[in-house]
């Protein structure tokens, strides 16, 4: 069965760096989100893409986040300046462009911020 | 505003026995509904979905769940549990069938033999 794939499993990295977060969603899809999941709490929405732009963003998704689709199979999350309140479980989605179709979830990118 | 609720944070059943997982919610229309199940340093597994249609819906590892827009719930359940069953899991709702996802705070199950 098609998955979404992450990498790298486990980000470790100074405060103030910038960070890349990949995925490659499953193939044919059309609609990608990413969320997170801080530790010991419930996953939050950050962002969904569509077309080739974000459709949807929440408060959390600041200047300091920006999502790209650089290639017709990659999903990236980049967050500019790291802060310490970063540190949590980063989940990429990716959903099937026609019908009632679900979110598929990857396996996460843990992201710890020193 | 649109939310999903799981009251109970942590149950624990006997291998065996029956489970049923809590899921309420507030949309003001008929959500988009979902229940996923994640395992430690595992991503959420789709488990089943409700969209539309017969109320009563099946899952994947025998889970079914049932939507009762009289009590905004989405119960999911399971009439015998295994071992393997012990996780986090996580009910989820959407306005809309490709929009983002709320999810509640997640139900611990521990499964004892």
């Known amino acids: 069965e098609p998955e979404v794939t992450q990498t790298p499993s486990h980000q470790v990295t100074q405060m103030g760096q910038e960070v890349i977060l990949r995925c490659v969603p499953i193939?044919?899809?059309?609609?990608f989100y990413w969320y997170r999941q801080i530790l010991g709490q419930k996953v939050e929405f950050l962002v969904s893409f569509y077309n080739n732009e974000i459709s949807e963003k929440s408060e959390i998704f600041d200047d300091q986040f920006s999502v790209e689709r650089p290639d017709g199979s990659n999903f990236t999350l980049k967050i500019r300046s790291t802060k310490l309140e970063d540190s949590a479980m980063y989940f990429c989605?990716?959903?099937?462009?026609?019908?009632?179709?679900?979110?598929?979830f990857g396996d996460g990118t843990r992201l710890s911020i020193l | 505003a649109q939310s999903v609720t799981q009251p109970d944070i942590h149950i624990t059943v006997s291998e065996g026995a029956s489970l049923e997982l809590r899921c309420n919610y507030s949309?003001?229309?008929?959500?988009?509904l979902f229940w996923y199940v994640q395992s430690p340093g595992q991503g959420l597994q789709l488990l089943l979905k409700y969209f539309s249609g017969d109320t009563l819906v099946q899952g994947i590892k025998g889970f079914e769940a049932e939507f009762k827009r009289s009590q905004s719930s989405f119960n999911l359940r399971k009439p015998s549990v295994h071992w393997s069953d012990a996780a986090e899991y996580f009910c989820?709702?959407?306005?809309?069938?490709?929009?983002?996802?709320?999810f509640g705070q997640g139900t611990i199950l521990t499964v004892h033999p």
């Open positions: 989820g709702g959407g306005g809309t069938s490709y929009g983002k996802l709320t």
């Open positions: 989605a990716s959903r099937g462009g026609t019908g009632a179709q679900p979110q598929h």
């Open positions: 193939s044919n899809h059309l609609y």
């Open positions: 949309y003001g229309a008929t959500p988009y």
